[in-house]
């Protein structure tokens, strides 16, 4: 099992509409967990950590679930402008953090 | 602040040519890091560094050098390129390396012929 796994995708989304990734991980003591977003042909760039008791930043909702070892990003009211690869980040303990392959959101007018 | 600045943007290079990719950083950051990016393979760390006079190798560091001599800059060095070194290179650095948001440079593409 790959240490973080992704759905590549792409997503192809009307706008308005709501889309979730999931991101799973075989690292059970992985201790950090993030989001980040790349641009086609950019440098890719945070988008949110990912807390256990989940967290919410306007439209976009982090969950954890260690248990199950996934984390999820849920995209709420999609906008042209969410069109992006997502990356899901994993920090294991003691050791660089990894990056997984990344989901392509493409949301269309 | 500059942030994490990367040169050279492009480059091409033929087969057995050597060139160092520069990375430097300005907000005093320990934990410095190089990533290739390819297609359908997602971002492979090559080397890091945990601070001045200490690097380590990461998954894919077989035909890339690297230094730290001091905390600002973290240049990578191709020994003999070759075309599976075709690739866009990223730098990124942050305060520490454990649950820190990880800061970019813009990349260098390379294309090696």
């Known amino acids: 099992r790959k240490e973080v796994e992704q759905d590549p995708g792409p997503f192809n989304v009307p706008e308005g509409a709501t889309v979730a990734f999931n991101c799973t991980y075989s690292?059970?003591?992985?201790?950090?967990f993030f989001w980040y977003r790349q641009d086609c042909r950019k440098e890719p760039k945070l988008l949110m950590s990912?807390?256990?008791s989940g967290n919410e930043d306007g439209r976009f909702t982090a969950q954890l679930n260690r248990a199950s070892q996934y984390i999820s990003l849920l995209i709420r009211d999609s906008k042209l402008s969410d069109s992006a690869t997502y990356l899901c980040v994993v920090v294991p303990r003691n050791t660089p953090l990894v990056f997984g392959k990344g989901t392509r959101l493409s949301v269309i007018a | 602040n500059a942030g994490v600045t990367q040169t050279p943007k492009f480059q091409v290079l033929k087969t057995g040519q050597s060139m160092t990719l520069q990375c430097a950083q300005d907000m005093n950051h320990e934990y410095m890091s190089w990533y290739r990016q390819d297609p359908g393979m997602g971002l492979r760390l090559i080397h890091y560094?945990?601070?001045?006079?200490?690097?380590d190798q990461g998954e894919v560091p077989n035909g890339y050098n690297v230094s730290r001599s001091t905390t600002e800059d973290f240049p990578l060095r191709l020994l003999s390129a070759a075309p599976s070194q075709t690739s866009v290179y990223f730098c990124?650095?942050?305060?520490?390396?454990?649950?820190?948001?990880?800061?970019f440079g813009p990349g260098t593409r390379l294309l090696v012929l």
């Open positions: 990124a650095s942050s305060y520490s390396w454990g649950g820190e948001t990880q800061y």
């Open positions: 690292n059970s003591a992985s201790q950090s």
């Open positions: 560094s945990v601070g001045a006079g200490i690097t």
């Open positions: 990912v807390y256990s």
